[in-house]
């Protein structure tokens, strides 16, 4: 519920991105994405040394290679269309919000965020981690620095936070409207759902009971109490959700994820394995969907939209086609809408126009 008569601002949050697709600046966003103890769980000397021995040397030059096919004029596609999304839902909220996009790296930063709707009298925040499972490397990460930029004062405002939305029918309407006619037009033969990944050890921390994750095969098949904080479990959640509504038999759909780093387990399958098996059982033309961003980025354009592409290819395939994400489609606008003002406990029912 909100405090009356403060002035109500809702705070986007996303990961974040380099400044320009360059080594120095990757290198600098690089540098404090991966210094994040929530990112990389392991005793402070050893990040430093991985961070500065195995990652800094080489992978600045490397990423900034990829950033740079997928760059767009206005900068990169994630800060873009999270402006964009900024914009949209601005102009939808029609002066209800003051509303400010974060980014947990790099720049608009949290705490200018935070400054900028404080400078507007915002005493009343609402945020929403643009992450649609939760992680602690994601949602938890970011949701941790805003409770942190927010407590530094002594003039504590109010602060609510939208629930992670990876079964909500909204976003999950949304991402249909955009997958359908794409499918359609491709002909696809086979929708792959790329997940970002996380370690399998960041999976199990969040297992309060224990005994849940990875205990069984089919651990993450629902979504239980026992396993309601489990990313994976989330991931398939949304993924059941979009087959329903994309009609899709049961052979004709398939989860994996993406963009696993380091030696250490990921959560299973992972797509660069899969790509290959789909091509091998026969499928032609592949439509894959990454329904862990809400914005096409480097994972999403250059992993999937150029190198999962070549990789299908060069293993049998016909086609690969990326369906783009919900960036600011208008019923996306609409479900952001709709989920922060469920959170705030208002009518929904002026959401839709
Ligand atoms: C969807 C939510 C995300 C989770 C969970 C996540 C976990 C996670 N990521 C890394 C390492 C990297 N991720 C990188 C890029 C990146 N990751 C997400 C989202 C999640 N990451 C996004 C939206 C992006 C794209 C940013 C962009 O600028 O477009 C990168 C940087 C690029 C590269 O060098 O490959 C790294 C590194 C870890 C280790 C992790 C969980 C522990
Ligand atoms: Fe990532
Ligand atoms: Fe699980």
């Not at 900024?86 to 400010?100: F, I, P, T």
Request: hydrophobic fraction near 40%.
């Amino acid at each position: 519920m909100t405090t009356p008569g403060a002035k109500r601002g809702l705070l986007l949050l996303n990961l974040g991105t380099p400044d320009a697709p360059e080594s120095g600046a990757v290198r600098r966003y690089l540098r404090e994405f991966l210094s994040d103890p929530r990112v990389v769980d392991i005793h402070p000397v050893g990040r430093w040394m991985l961070l500065n021995f195995i990652i800094l040397p080489v992978r600045p030059a490397k990423s900034a290679e990829a950033y740079r096919k997928v760059w767009m004029p206005q900068g990169s596609p994630l800060l873009v269309y999270s402006r964009e999304l900024e914009a949209a839902v601005r102009a939808r909220l029609g002066g209800e919000y003051e509303v400010a996009l974060g980014m947990r790296y790099g720049t608009p930063s949290i705490p200018d965020a935070v400054a900028s709707l404080r400078a507007r009298g915002v005493m009343d925040f609402t945020v929403l981690p643009l992450y649609p499972q939760e992680a602690t490397s994601s949602s938890a990460s970011s949701l941790a620095r805003v409770y942190e930029v927010m407590t530094e004062g002594w003039d504590v405002p109010n602060v609510r936070a939208v629930p992670a939305f990876h079964s909500h029918p909204s976003f999950l309407d949304a991402f249909t409207s955009v997958a359908r006619p794409v499918i359609a037009q491709t002909r696809s033969d086979h929708v792959l759902f790329s997940f970002h990944g996380v370690p399998e050890r960041h999976v199990r921390k969040t297992d309060t009971s224990g005994q849940h994750c990875f205990a069984s095969a089919g651990c993450c098949d629902s979504l239980t109490e026992a396993n309601r904080h489990c990313y994976r479990a989330q991931c398939f959640s949304t993924a059941r959700g979009l087959a329903e509504r994309l009609g899709l038999k049961a052979e004709g759909w398939s989860v994996s994820f993406q963009s696993r780093l380091g030696r250490t387990p990921w959560v299973k399958p992972y797509t660069d394995l899969v790509l290959p098996e789909l091509a091998k059982r026969g499928v032609k033309r592949l439509a894959v969907m990454c329904p862990s961003f809400v914005a096409d980025c480097l994972e999403t354009l250059e992993e999937v939209g150029l190198r999962a592409r070549e990789q299908f290819v060069e293993a049998g395939g016909e086609a690969l086609t990326l369906v783009p994400s919900l960036n600011a489609h208008p019923e996306w606008v609409d479900a952001v809408v709709r989920m922060v003002r469920e959170s705030d406990g208002a009518p929904t029912a002026a959401a839709s126009p």
